[in-house]
């Protein structure tokens, strides 16, 4: 077959799929919805980007993490590089619209590659919506140019990833950011459990402590520069603080008793934590600056797991005040509040259902919480609003526990162990329950928390 009969058969079908009615008005314009329930996953495609220069691998790398990041989410289906009909892409044309929809696909994505003079780099890309036949604008200009060092192309990768989920789902970005976990090795009898830090996809992980003392429930600070979490340094579970970028690890205040379930105020200027002395748990705020500590509650309960609102007025906490641990929300000023069932008290319980409730998280959004259920001999990862209605069960295993949201609220992470004896591994689940994903680590996995997005 002659190029000029495969050119015109390529025409004639385009022509014959418009004609038929299989593509979408031209008028319509690319979203992908997020919350749909009968849902399909957008068809893109990310072709490799075009090179000026010599580091064709670096430049593959590249497409590859873009592509990544997005199948990652579950809304997107990215097409085979094998279907592509047009090859000679242009950043600065458009791409021939008839060619793509005839695989259907919806958006595309051309970039660029260049190696700069100075030793940089740097990646253009423009987003294309295939049936709408237009360019689609990011933050009002036609496409981004990044630039950076060549060591530090993941972060172009993910910022790229970022732009395009945004600009297709209307959700704020989760991509450029890193997760903070427990590494686990050793036998179950003589566990050896580290802090670790990896990308949001799993890559560039390494160690933060030696593995000396026991670590756990780390969590990041709104500036994602400092982590806050319980060590067994010394014998006695004490709070500390580590600085990412100096390594420099210090102890949190010298409480009696143990101090555990650290977590930063959204302010990021004080930490709130348990403190268990005399039999008797309450929760606590210190002052980073001050030192300073104060009592949030006083009640001859167990009180634990603190968790702040986004607006920094509310505290959500797990106590076994009612009997069973259940999930109670105070004001921070330890001010009377209006309770969801009426009447009013400075906490109220918002989770009624059967089974045990701990480890609640207040979502970035403000309008959910996320928790651990444990009912029935099985655990579930569940949100629940702050009016204690609408609780939905997202998983469920024979051990699933420790969630934490993602930046933008959309993405839940948390550790399961399948079956007794298990090893802990890291999965994430969306907020509609779909996409369940296991994160790949080096090692056993627990405790995960998911930093805000990198500056």
Same mark, same amino acid.
């Given at each position: 077959?002659?190029?000029?009969?495969? =050119?015109?058969?390529?025409?004639?079908?385009?022509?014959?799929?418009?004609?038929? @009615?299989?593509?979408?008005?031209?008028?319509?314009?690319?979203?992908?919805?997020?919350?749909?329930? /009968? *849902?399909?996953?957008?068809?893109?495609?990310?072709?490799? $980007?075009?090179?000026?220069?010599?580091n064709t691998e670096l430049a593959k790398q590249i497409a590859d993490v873009v592509r990544a990041d997005l199948a990652s989410t579950g809304l997107f289906d990215l097409q085979n590089p094998a279907s592509f009909i047009q090859r000679d892409l242009s950043i600065n044309a458009e791409p021939r619209f008839a060619d793509w929809k005839i695989i259907r696909t919806e958006g595309l994505v051309v970039g660029t590659f260049e190696e700069l003079p100075d030793g940089k780099v740097a990646v253009s890309f423009r987003l294309w919506d295939i049936y709408g036949g237009e360019l689609m604008r990011i933050n009002g200009e036609p496409g981004r140019r990044l630039t950076t060092t060549p060591e530090n192309w993941r972060r172009i990768a993910h910022k790229i990833a970022d732009s395009i989920y945004t600009r297709l789902t209307g959700e704020d970005p989760y991509f450029d950011t890193r997760i903070v976990y427990i590494?686990?090795?050793?036998?179950?009898?003589?566990?050896?459990?580290?802090?670790?830090?990896?990308? %949001?996809? &799993?890559?560039?992980?390494?160690?933060?402590?030696? @593995?000396?003392?026991?670590? +756990?429930?780390?969590? $990041? %600070?709104?500036?994602?520069?400092?982590?806050?979490?319980?060590?067994?340094?010394? &014998?006695?579970?004490?709070?500390?603080?580590?600085?990412?970028?100096?390594?420099?690890?210090? =102890?949190?205040?010298? *409480?009696? &008793?143990?101090? $555990?379930?650290?977590?930063?105020?959204?302010? &990021?200027?004080?930490? +709130? =934590?348990?403190? !268990?002395?005399?039999?008797?748990?309450?929760?606590?705020?210190?002052?980073?600056?001050?030192?300073?500590?104060?009592? =949030?509650?006083?009640?001859?309960?167990?009180?634990?797991?603190?968790?702040?609102?986004?607006? @920094?007025?509310?505290?959500?906490? /797990?106590?076994?005040?009612?009997?069973?641990?259940?999930?109670?929300?105070? /004001?921070?000023?330890?001010?009377?509040?209006?309770?969801?069932?009426?009447?009013?008290?400075?906490?109220?319980?918002?989770? $009624?259902?059967?089974?045990?409730?701990?480890?609640?998280?207040? %979502?970035?959004?403000?309008?959910?919480? #996320?928790?651990?259920?444990?009912?029935?001999?099985?655990?579930?990862?569940?949100?629940?609003?702050?009016?204690?209605?609408?609780?939905?069960?997202?998983?469920? !295993?024979?051990?699933?526990?420790?969630?934490?949201?993602?930046?933008?609220?959309?993405?839940?992470?948390?550790?399961?162990? !399948?079956? #007794?004896?298990?090893?802990?591994?890291? *999965?994430?689940?969306?907020?509609?329950?779909?996409?369940?994903?296991?994160?790949?680590?080096?090692?056993?996995?627990?405790?995960?928390?998911?930093?805000? +997005?990198?500056?």
């Amino acid at each position: 077959m002659t190029h000029r009969t495969m =050119l015109y058969l390529r025409r004639f079908l385009a022509a014959a799929v418009i004609a038929l @009615g299989l593509v979408a008005p031209a008028s319509a314009q690319l979203r992908v919805r997020v919350d749909e329930g /009968n *849902f399909q996953p957008t068809p893109i495609a990310i072709p490799d $980007f075009q090179v000026t220069g010599a580091n064709t691998e670096l430049a593959k790398q590249i497409a590859d993490v873009v592509r990544a990041d997005l199948a990652s989410t579950g809304l997107f289906d990215l097409q085979n590089p094998a279907s592509f009909i047009q090859r000679d892409l242009s950043i600065n044309a458009e791409p021939r619209f008839a060619d793509w929809k005839i695989i259907r696909t919806e958006g595309l994505v051309v970039g660029t590659f260049e190696e700069l003079p100075d030793g940089k780099v740097a990646v253009s890309f423009r987003l294309w919506d295939i049936y709408g036949g237009e360019l689609m604008r990011i933050n009002g200009e036609p496409g981004r140019r990044l630039t950076t060092t060549p060591e530090n192309w993941r972060r172009i990768a993910h910022k790229i990833a970022d732009s395009i989920y945004t600009r297709l789902t209307g959700e704020d970005p989760y991509f450029d950011t890193r997760i903070v976990y427990i590494a686990e090795t050793g036998p179950k009898t003589e566990r050896v459990k580290r802090l670790a830090i990896m990308d %949001s996809d &799993g890559a560039n992980q390494q160690y933060l402590t030696s @593995g000396r003392s026991t670590v +756990l429930t780390p969590r $990041f %600070s709104p500036s994602a520069q400092e982590i806050t979490y319980m060590s067994y340094e010394g &014998g006695k579970p004490r709070i500390y603080l580590f600085n990412i970028e100096t390594g420099r690890q210090e =102890l949190l205040g010298n *409480f009696p &008793g143990m101090t $555990f379930s650290p977590r930063f105020t959204r302010d &990021g200027q004080s930490v +709130l =934590l348990s403190q !268990a002395q005399r039999g008797n748990t309450d929760i606590y705020v210190m002052n980073l600056r001050t030192r300073e500590s104060e009592r =949030l509650t006083d009640h001859p309960s167990i009180d634990t797991s603190p968790s702040m609102s986004p607006d @920094g007025k509310s505290v959500v906490f /797990n106590s076994d005040r009612g009997g069973t641990p259940q999930l109670y929300i105070m /004001n921070s000023d330890k001010s009377k509040r209006t309770c969801p069932g009426g009447g009013s008290d400075t906490a109220c319980r918002i989770t $009624f259902g059967k089974g045990r409730y701990s480890t609640p998280v207040w %979502s970035p959004r403000g309008d959910l919480i #996320a928790f651990t259920k444990q009912e029935g001999g099985k655990f579930y990862i569940g949100v629940i609003s702050t009016d204690g209605k609408g609780e939905r069960l997202l998983t469920e !295993a024979y051990l699933d526990e420790g969630p934490d949201w993602s930046p933008n609220g959309r993405v839940i992470v948390y550790f399961r162990e !399948a079956r #007794a004896g298990a090893s802990p591994q890291l *999965f994430s689940v969306d907020l509609s329950g779909r996409n369940e994903r296991r994160m790949v680590t080096q090692t056993d996995a627990s405790d995960p928390a998911w930093s805000p +997005l990198l500056q």
